[in-house]
């Protein structure tokens, strides 16, 4: 369990480089070409502008599915869709700009979105019983890493 716990926290980089310009104020949604959820849906995940040399990844937690029973539709054990716009559910604590007691209020920010129900970790499709599921957490993760790299 504490694995889980350090993983869904938040990773902060200070330092080097800036990110690239945002296509807009507050939240921009990035879909990159070939990234999936759980049930073939396009994968989003958000950046938001603010210092270049200040950033926060920040994990989403989400549950996860590995047979049968539990990678079921509606198993309701892992999110296996991100909804559109789902980072501007995400306005308080650590994501409030506009706080000034929240320390990372001025860091640009990259929300990697959870939706395919393998800890940001797998790489491969599995058909079980009730589907195929799209394991495909490490491509975008490293989708997200590579944005924020860049």
Do not use: K
């Not at 939240?27 to 950046?47: E, K, V």
């Not at 991100?82 to 994501?95: K, L, P, R, W």
């Amino acid at each position: 369990m504490r694995w889980l716990i350090v993983f869904t926290l938040l990773l902060l980089v200070s330092g080097s480089g800036a990110l690239p310009a945002f296509a807009q104020e507050g939240w921009t949604p990035i879909t990159p070409d070939g990234a999936l959820c759980a049930r073939g849906t396009p994968y989003t995940f958000y950046a938001r502008a603010g210092d270049p040399a200040r950033l926060l990844i920040y994990f989403q937690g989400g549950g996860a599915c590995w047979n049968d029973a539990t990678c079921a539709p509606d198993s309701g054990l892992f999110d296996d869709v991100v909804v559109g716009d789902e980072a501007n559910n995400y306005s308080q604590g650590i994501f409030d700009p506009t706080n000034g007691e929240n320390p990372l209020a001025g860091y640009s920010t990259v929300f990697v979105t959870y939706c395919t129900g393998d800890y940001h970790t797998g790489n491969r499709a599995v058909d079980y019983a009730s589907g195929r599921v799209e394991h495909r957490g490490t491509v975008n993760a490293t989708a997200a890493l590579d944005y924020a790299r860049a």
